[in-house]
């Protein structure tokens, strides 16, 4: 095995921005990549669809360069990298000047081993200490890396696709088993666009008597802390996910009332137009998670049903409302106000039949636990599976 610098074996290099003028649609010669075409695949590794192309005449012109398929990119400024999304080019293309790509030479790296290498390593670990943070491509360069044969290396590729393949098989399960609560909720009361079974419409300030959020601090040192304060993206998928949180400074305090608690929903006033007023339910929590600013938590003014208010926030068209009513200069951060969300209108059941509906889902929501557990386990045999073959384990 040869141990040398990644830039003994790839080539470094970042993109450059493209004039919105010269940007075509998508059937240009070359995709035009920015930091946010990686978030259009979600959890998968490849490139296969973008915002926008350029032609092989504007690239010329431009003397902008052009990244060949299999080609590893990442977003190398702001809080993008704290994402740490690595993606596949499938075809050439040319990245913008926030994204960072790696060129294996393919005499000796093989492009599919270089991503799973990439894997193991945070790409904050390459990053300034800066506001905003940024990574240089000398600091990529630098990484030692230990490479074997070509051999060795489609050996490991091999072994990994399959782990990996059998991941994505779990996550398709366990996507399919979270469809079945909005179909149960269409099913009993219709969709809330049209309300056909005639539900009695009311602004949320009918129901909700307030809204609790926490605080907007700095996050603290990995292991300073006894707490952890959640990220917006602990409740973007629907799903409340408790490992999406960051380190609370040392030393902190909270109030109690800053404090995650099971029986929770849990509201997203910002995001994309797209993703704020996502909703979560908090069936467990580890006692130590906070509330920041930007996640609320429901207080009801009466008796409801969390599974049928969740499916309801959660149905298109209620979602389709919150990212009306959301309001900012930026498309990539939209706010809701409370004001605006207390005068939203909205078809609600009454109590009896979300209760009907919450004792129908309890089914659903025990195979929807079992995929949820069959995925984690998938993931942690991938994780350890690549840890050990690139000796990160004992």
């Not at 010269?22 to 979600?42: C, R, T």
């Not at 802390?225 to 902190?252: N, Q």
């Not at 207080?299 to 209620?318: G, N």
Request: charged share 25%.
């Amino acid at each position: 095995m040869r141990e040398c610098l990644l830039s003994d074996v790839a080539v470094i290099d970042s993109g450059a921005g493209f004039p919105i003028v010269h940007q075509g649609s998508h059937d240009e010669a070359f995709p035009f990549l920015k930091v946010s075409d990686m978030n259009i695949v979600g959890n998968e590794r490849l490139i296969k669809c973008w915002n926008n192309s350029v032609s092989e005449e504007v690239r010329a012109k431009l003397r902008a360069k052009a990244f060949p398929a299999g080609a590893l990119i990442f977003p190398k400024i702001g809080a993008a990298i704290a994402t740490n999304k690595k993606r596949q080019l499938t075809r050439p293309s040319c990245v913008d000047n926030n994204v960072m790509a790696v060129i294996p030479n393919a005499e000796c790296l093989d492009s599919d081993y270089l991503y799973y290498m990439y894997l193991t390593k945070n790409l904050s670990d390459f990053a300034s200490d800066s506001n905003p943070p940024s990574i240089r491509k000398s600091e990529v360069e630098q990484w030692k890396v230990k490479i074997p044969t070509l051999q060795e290396q489609r050996r490991i590729v091999d072994l990994l696709s399959r782990a990996e393949g059998i991941v994505r098989l779990r996550r398709e399960s366990e996507k399919k088993a979270a469809e079945l609560i909005p179909a149960l909720f269409l099913d009993l009361f219709g969709d809330p666009a049209t309300n056909p079974r005639g539900w009695p419409v009311r602004k949320v300030a009918d129901f909700v008597s307030r809204f609790e959020g926490g605080k907007n601090i700095q996050a603290g040192s990995e292991g300073g802390s006894a707490y952890r304060i959640l990220k917006v993206s602990a409740v973007t998928s629907g799903v409340y996910r408790e490992e999406e949180s960051k380190p609370a400074p040392d030393g902190y305090v909270p109030p109690d009332v800053h404090f995650v608690r099971a029986g929770d929903m849990l509201f997203s006033r910002a995001n994309t137009v797209d993703l704020v007023g996502a909703t979560a339910i908090v069936a467990s929590t580890n006692g130590k998670t906070l509330l920041p600013d930007k996640l609320w938590r429901f207080v009801w003014a009466e008796p409801v049903e969390l599974t049928y208010m969740h499916a309801l926030f959660q149905s298109p068209h209620i979602r389709r409302e919150l990212g009306k009513l959301s309001s900012g200069t930026s498309a990539s951060m939209r706010n809701i106000s409370q004001g605006k969300l207390f005068g939203l209108s909205l078809p609600v059941a009454p109590h009896a039949k979300q209760k009907e509906f919450s004792e129908r889902a309890q089914g659903v929501h025990s195979i929807q636990s079992q995929q949820s557990a069959a995925t984690a386990k998938a993931r942690a045999a991938f994780d350890a599976l690549l840890a050990r073959q690139f000796g990160l384990t004992g």
